[in-house]
């Protein structure tokens, strides 16, 4: 590969369709996948696991010290393991989403991640989905999008998915939280993905994507 990996940074409201079409342009354009909010969920539900109270930042930020993780990249999608284990189902549950939230609000949280994040590159090109990644992790990027939607389609978007979630409590604690809220971040593209499908967002991203790639005068 030459020159410097390029990031596609993708932002936005939960169930907005970030998951989908960054997975879905990564695999159109060859890039690596990285899913930060996995990583959020990892220490939520070792914190969990491991017994710390939740609203003990000094404890959690002392196990970001203590715990034994590894990025690890495979089928072009990067994760975190824990003691070599990579939790998969156990991020997703309704234990470990109540409990991400107050992790993610830590500063010593974000930046321990941030650091995390940015060793991603190593993987080569990469698509990294999340709340501030054109804000605080790869601000450089010039590639940036912020999707979003009507919170009632997002709301019918987590029902088809068998997911029980209050969205306008979580938009208020991914906006509101003193450190990398999620904001739309200087010269990203915003999407309303509310009308569109996957097909048509990604078709959309895609067309920005090599744009400007062709402007770069790169191989896309
Ligand atoms: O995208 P998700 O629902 O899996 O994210 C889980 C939580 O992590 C959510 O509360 C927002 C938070 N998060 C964050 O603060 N920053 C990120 N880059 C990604 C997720």
Known sequence: MKGKPIVIAIDGTSASGKSTNAKRVAAALGYTYVDTGAMYRTLAWYCVQQQIDLEDVKAITATLKKWKTKLVCSDKAVYLTVDGYHPVKEIRTSATSAAVPKVAAIPAVRSWMKKVQRECVQFGNIVMEGRDIGSAIFPETDFKFYLDASLDERSRRREADGVVENLAERDKKDTQRAV?????????????????TPEETTAMLLEEIHAKLAKRKLPS
Not at 181 to 196: D, E, F, H, R, Y
């Open 180 to 196: 990398s809220p999620l904001v739309i971040s200087l010269g990203a593209t915003l999407v309303n993905t509310s009308k569109l």
